[in-house]
């Protein structure tokens, strides 16, 4: 019976942390009539150095784009807005910025994101890096 109990506890830890995702009031979400269809998965990735945050949202994304490593590869907060696009051959990378688009490689990507992450290293500010991205290889 504790097993189920646990379960519970985790099943409603796992609701009030997806309406805080989806910016809804936790006490909402129990009402069926509240709840709005999500078109997009929210995910939030946190860990020890080297668990392989970076490393699973690599597989999400489809391209290895976040730098890895167990000396704490990615030591700021990095958003990523991922939509799918099929018209993108699969080793196309659209990254917009200020409403250009330019396509990218991964690689060049992930060294352009350690080289800013070691950047900020020595310094104190760890800015949030935000990338907006649309592939053909992230998961629908």
Do not use: C, W
């Not at 995702?21 to 860990?47: H, I, M, Q, W, Y």
Request: negative net charge; glycine residues 6%.
């Amino acid at each position: 019976m504790e097993a189920i109990e646990e379960l519970s506890e985790l099943s409603e830890a796992m609701r009030q942390a997806a309406a805080v995702l989806a910016d809804e009031d936790v006490d909402e979400t129990s009402s069926s009539s509240s709840k709005r269809p999500s078109t997009f998965l929210n995910v939030v990735a946190l860990g020890n150095v080297g668990a392989g945050k970076s490393a699973v949202l690599n597989s999400l994304i489809g391209h290895p784009l976040l730098p890895t490593g167990e000396n704490g590869a990615t030591r700021a907060p990095i958003s990523i807005d991922l939509a799918r696009d099929s018209s993108l051959s699969a080793k196309s990378i659209i990254l917009q910025i200020d409403n250009k688009s330019q396509q990218v490689s991964a690689s060049a990507l992930r060294h352009s994101l350690q080289d800013r992450l070691s950047k900020g290293a020595s310094g104190r500010s760890r800015d949030e890096i935000y990338l907006k991205l649309r592939t053909s290889t992230g998961q629908p």
